[in-house]
């Protein structure tokens, strides 16, 4: 009976909480490992755009998420010295993907995942490595430091370094450098008033958003090479980089500490895994299709794959065709939106600039177009989740 098949989730970050939750909804026994002292993720805000949102109706959390969401107003891209290329507005991105774009910070998404499950779920400071993935005749197994588990089903949800991965598909060549590097920080900033936005330079962008708690959220990019960082502290370094930059980027980096800021290189998969399964084992987010970050898809994607492995978790060829496809387009877009904002040339620069104002103004609406096979996703019709009938149709 489906109430005694068991699942091991491997990765206890957005995509693993997201898969245990929505097969608890078909009656499986979840535990989720986790090899870090806690859930609390290393990293800023994420931005859930309405395709991840539907996702998150079908666990019953879309709601709640929606409602603890800082909701991105009017905003748009910038330049170095202010001047507008292109603007947004939150109604007109509501209208046409029937939702709205939402900002929180990660530990709150975090939070509100795990409180769906119960607390003995979800094991902390415990690696696992996958000893065995199984088949049709005999469980996938799993190896703890407490002794080895046994499962009808393991998610590989441990991230762009995925053991698992390497473990179902040792010849891949697994994830590159990405080209550059990123920083983020969520701090308050006394007095700073103004548009959300993502302002694009040579080999450089910034973006500043408001949370609802009252702090901004700001991350940058560069081009580098890999490993490198500052010779003194990353605020320094962003100082140097973006110091000059419009209102309110000054603002932001004078209110920042040192230790606020995260800096990580960017790495993502650019060779697709042939499967997102094996045996009795399948794949997921960063562990299946790592994407630089510059569609803000990365965690949405993790999400929508989670709910659709619950959908057809006995049967997962069907999850690997209906995943494999999809992720491989959005994280190809991703790359293809990286080369453009990250452009270092003078020349190019300055023709994307015009570019984009110009279309801006003829065709406002053009910029939303390349998100509509993004953000109008739906998930497949929940058959399991009592009270959930109509997700997935809001």
Known sequence: MAESRRAVVI????????????????????????????????????????????????IGLGDEIRDLAA???????????????SRSSADAVAERFGGPLVLLHRATLIASLASRLPSDAVRTDAAATLADPGDAGRPARVR???????????????????????????????PVYSGFTTWRLVIPVPGAEFASHETWGRGRIWGTHPLKDGRVYAYAAAVTPAGEHAP???????????????????????AARPE????????????????????????LGDAAHAMPPTLGQGGNQAIEDAVVLAHHCDDLPAYTAARLPRTTAVARQAVRVARLNLMSGRVGIAVRDSAMAALSK??????????????GWRPPRPHYASGQ???GNR
Do not use: C, K, Y
């Open 362 to 375: 003829a065709a406002p609406d053009l910029f939303l177009r390349g998100f509509d096979g993004i953000a």
């Open 144 to 174: 703890t430091a407490d002794g080895e588990l046994e499962a009808d089903l393991v998610v590989g949800a441990d991230g762009i370094r995925s053991a698992v991965r390497h473990a179902l598909f040792p010849a891949h060549p697994g």
């Open 11 to 58: 990765g206890g970050g957005i995509g693993g909480l997201t898969a245990a939750a929505a097969l608890r909804t078909r009656g499986w026994q979840v535990t989720v490992l986790e090899r870090a002292r806690s859930l609390e993720p290393v990293g800023a805000a994420i931005s859930l755009a309405p395709n991840s949102l539907r996702a998150l109706d079908v």
């Open 260 to 283: 606020d800021v995260l800096r990580h290189d960017v790495h993502h998969i650019a060779d697709p895994l042939p499967a997102f399964h094996r045996g009795r084992v399948a794949l």
């Open 232 to 254: 003194d502290d990353e605020r320094a370094e962003l100082l140097r980089r973006f110091g000059d930059w419009h209102h309110p980027v000054p603002a932001v980096l004078a």
């Open 71 to 85: 909701w991105a107003g009017d905003g748009g891209v910038r330049t170095p010295s202010g001047r507008w290329l």
């Open 389 to 391: 009938a109509t997700a």
